[in-house]
């Protein structure tokens, strides 16, 4: 298994990485500590190191990495292929580059075709990766590829918290059955209830129906077909509503809105074990809804 | 108000449209039967139903459309601008071309500097476009002029449902506080539920925890970070929850889907004056979910 073709491109030659023959031209990347402002892992200190990180990518990938090659040079100016994931039909991508050769449209060129050989591979049924927001050349090569913004993540820094952007690419592309899920939370006062929550969440008032309203549609962005929730009065006892809102930014801040704003909660935000600091809000009726966010960074 | 501006590119000159003087030469495309297969509007007969179809597209957006001219020709080959919409400060946004200038990138170069103008305009915090999945070369049009991809709603033609991504592009971008809300639906037992749940509606179940599970995670699609729903484990009483699916095809699709399983409903779709057809579907614990889709095309 792994990758064992050859692909060319106008300018380039993709072979498959090899960690001996490679670790030396790809220090230049892996061992600049300017490379990857947007990545998890720490330069390396010297080609020995680069080499072993490479072959325990390569094992964790499946193999499946080519060495960039800008022809007629042998050096590989950088590697892109499968990340390290969790060996489902859908397989992570990614790519790194030296920074020497950046603004060329290098990567931009070989990601399409090592896109559509993976995506012609048995058992591989589509490819995300996943990019921080401002990385916007990584966001071009993606595009430049065929991937589409599917969803939004929390990303956890070592000195702050970002988001990023999954972008993906199926190999048979379908529309999905179901668009959006749409929760009821039943409340006493629709108009309040959805002005509080707007503003402690940060959500969008995409409508209300009628006036005064009985229902309110809050929505996480403010485009149209938006996911989010919808706010329905309710009369007489109020029924208990679970449900999780699932934070792009910090939890202590959305803690210190509802705060703010009068609302009880069951306590500060609390780290857990499945990686999600968490709080939960309880609304003037009674309901609670569950907050999670991304941890905090170790240095603040 | 409305566009005052001309706007040059490489090789085009867009001019605030005029329907007297432009109305002769788009009506080679708004009177071409084949011109928009993903458009709502008939053709129009003659070029006196073009002027007017014009007239009360341009009085409908506030005057906001270009016609598109390749130089040094004068004749307007298409047009650009917002669509009639709703007036809030998101505009909608569309173009046409002419079908005997497909292909040249005409559209691509023009809507990059429209958007922009409109953009920087007091009043107009982001446009959106809603295109047919189908209609790759709008997609390429809208992604040219910076627009990413945001959600995805069912559309109903005259002859059959298709659906429609919503591409959007803010003033000012930023990412937003809250990525998904999850309700959490309680079931007595988490797998059955979900395999049967996930199979009616087209879910994906991305997780289940712990072996056998208190909880599942479906998902509307299966990459990281769908919105989606959880199953959890309840005992005793099982709260009643409300909550809307939303679906991109036909809620009768559905609908049989559920009686095979053997789940019960509480009848057959009915159209809502909202523009919906709904039903809802009653879970073994006797939770009601309210599925929702298109309205049926005038003609099956």
Not at 48 to 68: F, K, Q
Not at 118 to 127: D, E, F, K, W, Y
Not at 198 to 208: E, I, P
């Amino acid at each position: 298994m792994g990758a064992t073709t050859v692909l060319t491109t106008a300018r380039l030659e993709l072979v498959p990485l090899d960690p001996d023959r490679d670790a030396e031209s790809l220090h230049a990347m892996l061992g600049d500590p300017a490379m990857d402002p947007y990545g998890w892992a720490e330069p390396t200190g010297d080609v020995a190191e680069t080499r072993e990180r490479l072959r325990a990518d390569l094992a964790g990938n499946g193999g499946w990495t080519w060495a960039v090659r800008l022809r007629p040079d042998d050096a590989a100016l950088g590697a892109i292929g499968i990340f390290s994931d969790q060996g489902r039909s859908i397989r992570g991508l990614s790519w790194h580059l030296r920074r020497s050769h950046w603004g060329r449209g290098i990567m931009g060129e070989a990601a399409p075709v090592v896109v559509e050989h993976l995506l012609a591979q048995p058992g591989i049924t589509g490819v995300e990766a996943w990019i921080d927001t401002r990385n916007l050349r990584s966001i071009g090569v993606a595009r430049r590829a065929g991937l589409q913004e599917a969803s939004r993540m929390a990303r956890v820094y070592p000195d702050h918290v970002a988001q990023q952007v999954v972008m993906v690419r199926a190999a048979e592309p379908r529309d999905s059955d179901v668009v959006a899920v749409f929760p009821d939370l039943p409340v006493r006062d629709v108009e309040a209830g959805a002005e509080q929550l707007a503003h402690v969440l940060g959500l969008h008032v995409a409508f209300r129906y009628p006036d005064p309203p009985t229902m309110a549609r809050l929505t996480v962005t403010p485009w149209a077909g938006s996911q989010g929730l919808n706010l329905v009065r309710a009369e007489g006892t109020i029924p208990p509503v679970s449900l999780t809102i699932d934070l792009g930014i910090a939890p202590d801040l959305v803690y210190e809105r509802a705060l703010a704003a009068g609302l009880g909660v069951d306590g500060p935000p609390v780290d857990q074990p499945w990686y999600r600091r968490t709080f939960a809000m309880v609304l003037p009726d009674g309901q609670q809804l569950r907050v999670q966010g991304p941890l905090r960074p170790e240095r603040g």
